[in-house]
């Protein structure tokens, strides 16, 4: 089913009219909003950007702006966006010429019996959210395409993958690794932005980069959290409204964990006390929570920290049938 600024086959469809464009007809029509960029970007947008399914398509366009020397940005995603989606694509509007966002559910960083059936896929409210932040084009592959028939070749990011959540969740990280890196080859962006809410990928997806070469500058994205202080998650739509109201306590733990560190408090003493208050509110089973150096995700000794040390304090839990995570950093005062 096409709907306004879907691309199948080089079809394009608008204002309730489908027409048949070549790849250069395409391209013109994408660069004559981009020579508007300047301005647009000041206002909300109100054309949908361009739905692209196939690397095909999407190296035909995206070649055209690179032969014209623009930025391109990149954020990958699992759709059911949330602000904290979309202030990483206003952060890539900001810097880049082209902003380009997938959506796909990616089915190797899910273990059997984990919610791959029932996470939440909202293409068209996603995509009128991304509309209103003007975004350039919207990738939408699906599962043949990202992982062609026969396909044997999959990244690993060792150590960092198995400490943390890669303890609870052994298969998770080699599922991420491995689809941002064909994101990554099917892009090619300039610049890529990821939440540092999902700390840990953030750091791996950075190592990843670095050991295999990826021209792209990887740049973290502030967590954007509610009212209450709980990072805001797809997953959060899961709590039910008395956990919601008791979920909030993780971070409030950590903020306080990461407070104390940042004063002088031997890392063990914060960390207990951390551990305690989030038992203690409600939450059903503790995975970890952790201080860590941020470039090794190493745990840090018990003891005081260094003077001007930066790391970050990270934990995950269950509130009944949902795993929250989140993390704060501090500096060593």
């Given at each position: 089913?096409?709907?306004?600024?879907?691309?199948?086959?080089?079809?394009?469809?608008?204002?309730?009219?489908?027409?048949?464009?070549?790849?250069?007809?395409?391209?013109?029509?994408?660069?004559?909003?981009?020579?508007?960029?300047?301005?647009?970007?000041?206002?909300?947008?109100?054309?949908?950007?361009?739905?692209?399914?196939?690397?095909?398509?999407?190296?035909?366009?995206?070649?055209?702006?690179?032969?014209?020397?623009?930025?391109?940005?990149?954020?990958?995603?699992?759709?059911?966006?949330?602000?904290?989606?979309?202030?990483?694509?206003?952060?890539?509007?900001?810097?880049?010429?082209?902003?380009?966002?997938?959506?796909?559910?990616?089915?190797?960083q899910f273990a059997p019996g984990e919610d791959l059936d029932t996470y939440p896929r909202t293409e068209e409210a996603d995509i009128a959210r991304l509309t209103e932040v003007g975004t350039?084009?919207?990738?939408?592959?699906?599962?043949?395409?990202?992982?062609?028939?026969?396909?044997?070749?999959?990244?690993?990011?060792?150590?960092?993958?198995?400490?943390?959540?890669?303890?609870?969740?052994?298969?998770?990280?080699?599922?991420?690794?491995?689809?941002?890196?064909?994101?990554?080859?099917?892009?090619?962006?300039?610049?890529?932005?990821?939440?540092?809410?999902?700390?840990?990928?953030?750091?791996?997806?950075?190592?990843?980069?670095?050991?295999?070469?990826?021209?792209?500058?990887?740049?973290?994205?502030?967590?954007?959290?509610?009212?209450?202080?709980?990072?805001?998650?797809?997953?959060?739509?899961?709590?039910?409204a008395e956990e919601r109201a008791k979920a909030n306590t993780m971070s409030s733990a950590l903020h306080r964990a990461a407070s104390r560190i940042s004063l002088g408090v031997p890392v063990g003493e914060a960390l207990e006390e951390a551990r305690a208050r989030i038992a203690a509110s409600g939450f059903d089973?503790?995975?970890?929570?952790?201080?860590?150096?941020?470039?090794?995700?190493?745990?840090?000794?018990?003891?005081?920290?260094?003077?001007?040390?930066?790391?970050?304090?990270?934990?995950?839990?269950?509130?009944?049938?949902?795993?929250?995570?989140?993390?704060?950093?501090?500096?060593?005062?």
């Amino acid at each position: 089913m096409n709907s306004a600024g879907d691309v199948r086959g080089l079809q394009f469809k608008r204002v309730g009219a489908e027409n048949r464009f070549s790849g250069s007809e395409m391209v013109a029509a994408i660069n004559n909003r981009l020579l508007q960029a300047s301005a647009l970007k000041q206002c909300a947008m109100t054309e949908q950007p361009i739905r692209i399914r196939t690397l095909a398509e999407l190296r035909d366009v995206l070649n055209e702006h690179r032969r014209a020397g623009r930025r391109i940005g990149f954020v990958p995603t699992m759709g059911a966006l949330h602000d904290g989606h979309i202030s990483l694509v206003e952060r890539v509007r900001e810097d880049c010429d082209v902003s380009v966002v997938s959506i796909f559910v990616n089915p190797t960083q899910f273990a059997p019996g984990e919610d791959l059936d029932t996470y939440p896929r909202t293409e068209e409210a996603d995509i009128a959210r991304l509309t209103e932040v003007g975004t350039d084009i919207v990738y939408l592959p699906s599962v043949e395409e990202m992982y062609p028939s026969g396909s044997v070749t999959n990244v690993r990011v060792e150590e960092m993958s198995d400490l943390l959540d890669g303890l609870h969740r052994p298969h998770f990280f080699y599922g991420v690794a491995t689809v941002v890196a064909r994101l990554f080859v099917h892009v090619q962006p300039d610049v890529s932005v990821f939440g540092e809410k999902d700390y840990q990928q953030l750091q791996i997806i950075r190592r990843m980069v670095r050991d295999l070469g990826f021209a792209i500058d990887v740049v973290g994205g502030e967590t954007v959290r509610d009212a209450d202080g709980l990072a805001q998650s797809s997953r959060n739509t899961y709590l039910q409204a008395e956990e919601r109201a008791k979920a909030n306590t993780m971070s409030s733990a950590l903020h306080r964990a990461a407070s104390r560190i940042s004063l002088g408090v031997p890392v063990g003493e914060a960390l207990e006390e951390a551990r305690a208050r989030i038992a203690a509110s409600g939450f059903d089973q503790l995975d970890y929570v952790s201080a860590v150096d941020p470039m090794s995700l190493k745990d840090l000794p018990k003891k005081e920290v260094s003077l001007g040390f930066e790391g970050r304090v990270l934990a995950a839990a269950w509130m009944g049938k949902t795993r929250l995570i989140d993390n704060m950093g501090f500096k060593r005062l």
